[in-house]
């Protein structure tokens, strides 16, 4: 069974500081990863994605990942935070297997932006 | 191209109540899930429809059903509402055959009394 494990429910960055959330999966085969961000009243938006090829993807707003196969993670970053970056990140893996489309979502980490 | 469009947004309900929720996909995709998100439990996966025909399932129960239409709109329902199911309930579609991402709608925020 594939799992998400994103670690802290809630990260505090000043405005202008790296942002790291971090994510780990735990999947028997090589799996597609996706971040979502989701803004307070609205759906999920995807922020970027990993399928095969290039490990490091970049996405919308500046936010870039980068896919750790024997680190089994895919760690989400933004050199430098903006105000419009509070909200909140999933990370989330999906498994295709016997014809079934599974997606599994990491429980959510909330950005903080300090002024 | 619009987006996934979920109806209605917010609704109250009692408890004991039935409560039917729509989702439109955006066109040309066939593939249509259900999440529900609470903040205890994050976004739980209630059922994907794919060509009218339910494909997987989470672990929820009978009370929640859904089911897919020919234009690929889906509904779903939950019977005998109970404290418990009030939550935001996202609709997600995608083209199933590609890598799957999911264009999620802005949800329906269903609250029970």
């Known amino acids: 069974a594939q799992s998400v494990t994103q670690l802290g429910s809630h990260v505090s960055v000043s405005e202008g500081a790296l942002v790291l959330l971090r994510c780990n999966y735990s999947?028997?085969?090589?799996?597609?990863l996706f971040w979502y961000v989701q803004y307070p009243n609205q759906g999920l938006q995807l922020l970027l994605k990993y399928t095969t090829g290039a490990t490091l993807v970049k996405g919308i707003n500046g936010f870039e990942a980068e896919f750790k196969k024997s680190e089994t993670s895919f760690h989400l970053t933004k050199p430098s935070a903006h105000m419009s970056d509070a909200a909140e990140y999933f990370c989330?893996?999906?498994?295709?297997?016997?014809?079934?489309?599974?997606?599994?979502f990491g429980t959510g980490t909330k950005l903080q932006v300090i002024p | 191209k619009a987006g996934v469009t979920q109806t209605p947004r917010y609704l109250i309900k009692t408890r004991g109540q039935q409560v039917t929720l729509s989702c439109s996909p955006i066109?040309?995709?066939?593939?249509v899930s259900w999440y529900q998100q609470t903040p205890g439990q994050g976004l739980q996966f209630l059922f994907e429809?794919?060509?009218?025909?339910?494909?997987n399932k989470g672990n929820f129960p009978g009370r929640f059903s859904g089911r897919q239409f020919s234009n690929s709109r889906s509904e779903m329902n939950v019977s005998t509402l109970e404290l418990g199911d009030s939550a935001l309930y996202l609709c997600?579609?995608?083209?199933?055959?590609?890598?799957?991402?999911?264009?999620f709608g802005e949800g329906s925020r269903l609250t029970v009394l």
């Open positions: 429809y794919f060509s009218e025909t339910q494909r």
């Open positions: 066109s040309g995709h066939r593939s």
């Open positions: 997600a579609s995608s083209f199933r055959g590609d890598t799957g991402e999911l264009f």
């Open positions: 999947s028997s085969v090589p799996p597609y």
């Open positions: 989330a893996v999906r498994k295709d297997s016997g014809g079934y489309q599974k997606v599994t």
